[in-house]
């Protein structure tokens, strides 16, 4: 039986739940029958049914579980959490076979599910396209093994290197990438837990920081302000969305409206600005329990965590714009990862190896 080929199909159906599972990961599971794909599922939104269950209440004839083979992207869970462990139903439903893209690296899991169902004498795979499935999985793992969240850097400049004119006349974006290019960035926002800009990008641009081109949830706004000079007047501060903002001022947490629409907090978190931004800024994100951010702006910020090697991926956009001047594009040594056209834009991905 061709393992790889049902093991894709799984990460196809894992990415339709991601920015929805959170904090549990997005895992694909598909149930095959002689040849035959007979149940399909992915993992549905936090506190309901992880992708096992999904797949097994998709098959209409459970007999057939009996002879059949389940491929899930990540190894079963073995403990109770929301939901009982999917490790458990597999054996309850008399599955044999088992095979799995990556081992969980929970600490609560952590090879344990695939005990289990050895020790129920179900046959066992383990580690089918696992590269691809770890980097599918990669905000799960980046958070338990590095107790910080993934960190996506973004940011689009010119045919001559800037990212921004050194002045301008409205408190709005300077857009270098094309309207194709600034979709994508929406989409990339509903797919992580958090946005994170700085104090001058929010004065000088003013950001809803929202997806407005995309049908997706909204991340949580982070915003860098040392000494609290952006404006309350400021869209971050609309209360529309869960607001963090990260100062060296002591301040207590604020309710923005008492509209049950915008009843989300505005937090304060205060951390010394002396040294060590970066890390603590990370610190305050997995206090949090945020997955996820992509960090858009400006300058100084993305350059504070490039500078502490606080990042996993650089997402640059080359517009076909010229300024001849202003802020500069960040510096950074990288593994050029992939490059792609879209339009008269320039996509490249870097990761950080």
């Not at 991601?18 to 599922?41: D, L, Y």
């Not at 999917?86 to 695939?114: F, Q, S």
């Not at 338990?144 to 969240?149: E, I, T, V």
Request: with cysteine; hydrophobic share 35%.
């Amino acid at each position: 039986m061709n393992h790889e080929v049902y093991i894709v199909r799984c990460l196809e159906l894992a990415k339709k739940g991601i920015g929805t599972t959170r904090p549990n990961p997005s895992v694909g599971a598909v149930i095959v029958h002689k040849n035959k794909i007979i149940g399909e599922g992915f993992t549905s939104p936090y506190s309901g049914s992880h992708a096992e269950v999904n797949a097994i209440n998709s098959v209409q004839n459970h007999e057939l579980l009996k002879e059949a083979t389940i491929y899930v992207t990540l190894e079963p869970c073995s403990h109770h959490g929301k939901t009982p462990p999917c490790a458990d139903l597999i054996i309850e439903k008399g599955i044999p076979n088992v095979v799995i893209g990556c081992v969980d690296t929970n600490n609560l899991v952590a090879g344990k599910g695939i005990e289990r169902l050895k020790q129920a004498g179900r046959n066992v795979v383990v580690g089918v396209c696992e590269e691809a499935c770890k980097k599918h999985h990669k905000r799960f793992f980046t958070v338990q093994n590095k107790k910080r969240p993934y960190i996506i850097l973004k940011w689009a400049e010119t045919k001559d290197g800037f990212i921004a004119p050194l002045t301008k006349n409205e408190q709005k974006p300077v857009w270098i990438s094309n309207k194709y290019s600034q979709q994508l960035v929406h989409k990339w926002r509903s797919e992580e837990h958090a946005i994170l800009v700085g104090t001058n990008t929010v004065i000088a641009d003013n950001p809803s920081l929202t997806v407005r081109s995309w049908k997706g949830n909204n991340p949580i706004r982070v915003v860098i302000d040392k000494s609290l000079r952006i404006p309350t007047k400021s869209t971050v501060f609309d209360g529309n969305i869960q607001t963090i903002v990260v100062t060296e001022v002591e301040k207590e947490a604020d309710v923005i409206s008492n509209d049950s629409e915008k009843s989300h907090a505005l937090i304060y978190e205060q951390i010394d600005f002396s040294s060590r931004v970066a890390e603590q800024i990370c610190e305050v994100l997995h206090k949090h329990q945020i997955q996820s951010v992509i960090i858009e702006g400006g300058a100084k910020t993305l350059q504070t965590f490039i500078d502490a090697n606080l990042w996993d991926e650089a997402r640059v956009f080359i517009g076909d714009v010229v300024l001849r001047g202003g802020v500069k594009h960040p510096i950074f040594n990288a593994r050029l990862s992939s490059e792609e056209k879209i339009d008269n834009d320039i996509l490249r991905i870097y990761r950080n190896d």
